[in-house]
């Protein structure tokens, strides 16, 4: 049970390059997440999915896409990456949310993308 | 809307002291709360909650919170630090019911313990 699993690890682009950071879940979760940490920020949701096929805006996503074709994995998407955009990208998942159940309520961290961009 | 404060953003102490970090929420409706822990070059994870029932809360590695709802604060408390709890430290909140089920993040505190 290898958890949430993001790939790369680290990245450097340069402006106006295009990437696409995954995230794979093994945890059968429902509910998977984007965020970005920059320093004395905090995390920041980019955008977020509650099922396969299913995506919606988070409080940042301006430059970002993202897409959940298979309910295991959560693309993250820079058409055109700027100096701005240089973070660490972070993915999380939880489970389907019922009430009464306290466990469905933690998110599930990866260990982070840093990206650079020049 | 909901929102965190936490109120530090480095909080250094000496090992074997005890620490307290402060986090205060702004909500109209219940909320769970939760301390995640992020130790350096890795992702957050979960040191503890508050959904409901009893407003003291223990969790992993000696770390315990206590949920006040009057001064709607959920403050981290750990009565004897070690080096190597030296580490970022997030509050976040989220409804518990109605309203968005996604959890909002404070800015974090950098915990710093020193030998």
């Known amino acids: 049970n290898a958890g949430v699993t993001q790939t790369p690890k680290f990245r450097v682009l340069k402006t106006g390059q295009s990437m696409t950071l995954l995230c794979a879940q093994d945890m059968n979760h429902e509910y998977m997440y984007w965020y970005r940490q920059d320093p004395g920020m905090g995390l920041r949701l980019i955008h977020y999915?509650?099922?396969?096929?299913?995506?919606a805006k988070g409080e940042v996503p301006d430059g970002y896409n993202v897409s959940r074709l298979k309910k295991q994995n959560f693309l993250l998407g820079l058409e055109s990456a700027a100096p701005s955009q240089t973070s660490v990208y972070f993915c999380a998942s939880s489970p389907l949310r019922l009430a009464g159940l306290g466990d469905q309520e933690t998110q599930y961290f990866g260990p982070g993308t840093r990206l650079l961009v020049l | 809307a909901q929102s965190v404060t936490q109120l530090d953003s480095q909080v250094p102490v000496f090992e074997e002291a005890p620490v307290e970090l402060r986090c205060n929420y702004s909500?109209?409706?219940?909320?769970?709360l939760f301390w995640y822990v992020q130790y350096p070059n890795q992702g957050l994870q979960l040191l503890l909650k508050?959904?409901?029932?009893?407003?003291l809360v223990k969790g992993i590695n000696g770390f315990e919170a206590e949920f006040n709802k009057s001064q709607t604060s959920f403050h981290l408390r750990k009565p004897s630090v070690h080096i190597s709890d030296t580490a970022e430290y997030f509050c976040a909140v989220r409804h518990a019911s109605g309203g968005s089920y996604i959890p909002t993040f404070g800015r974090g505190t950098s915990l710093i313990v020193h030998p």
């Open positions: 999915s509650v099922g396969e096929g299913t995506t």
């Open positions: 909500s109209s409706v219940s909320v769970y």
């Open positions: 508050y959904l409901s029932g009893s407003t």
